[in-house]
């Protein structure tokens, strides 16, 4: 078995003051709690080198995603996004500002709007996810392939069993 961690050690103290109680959940979800501070340090790290803030990566990436044009709805930014539609238009705004998207007409609904990522919007974002990518391979060094793949599976299944609750 792998030495102890941080974890183990809480989760022991625990067990010796409450033997009654099952801390099995506790292994699970601190560990991925420890893991998710990690991960949102280098999620940072990356998106500064880059000149971008997480929240401006949010709403780049889809972009970025969606393939050439490289062009989305409002709405279907919330919707990938998870913002409120006031967070939506005011994070838009500011990316305006920064020219790493436009604004333009929809031309198949001349009510519509499309945003639009620029040039340098796209040099940004694919930047980003370079130095994200390689962040995150060292977060996972200590990992095979095979064990990231089975850990990306077993969190697939929990993932699944939020999304159907």
């Known amino acids: 078995m792998a030495s102890h961690d941080e974890v183990d050690l809480i989760v022991e103290a625990w067990e010796r003051e409450r033997p009654e109680l099952d801390f099995t959940p506790l292994q ?3 560990r991925v709690t420890r893991l998710a501070r990690r991960l ?3 999620r940072k790290a990356a998106f500064a ?3 971008l803030e997480p929240w401006e990566f949010d709403v780049l990436s889809p972009l970025r995603r969606s393939g050439a044009p490289h062009q989305l709805s409002p709405k279907t930014l919330l919707q990938l996004t998870g913002v409120s539609s006031g967070t939506m238009t005011n994070r838009i705004d500011r990316l305006v500002e920064r020219s790493l998207v436009e604004r333009r007409i929809d031309p198949k609904d001349g009510r ?3 945003v ?3 040039a340098e919007g796209l040099a940004r974002v694919d ?3 370079e130095r994200l990518l390689a962040a995150e391979v060292e977060l996972l060094e200590g990992l095979s392939r095979g064990d990231q793949e089975r850990v990306a599976a077993l969190l697939r299944k ?3 069993s939020f999304d159907s609750a």
Do not use: D, K, N, Y
Request: net charge neutral; charged share 10%; proline share 0%.
């Open 28 to 30: 699970v979800l601190s």
């Open 40 to 42: 949102e340090r280098a």
């Open 49 to 51: 080198t880059a000149g």
């Open 112 to 114: 519509g709007v499309l």
């Open 116 to 118: 639009v990522i620029t």
């Open 127 to 129: 930047s980003a996810i």
């Open 158 to 160: 929990l993932s699944h």
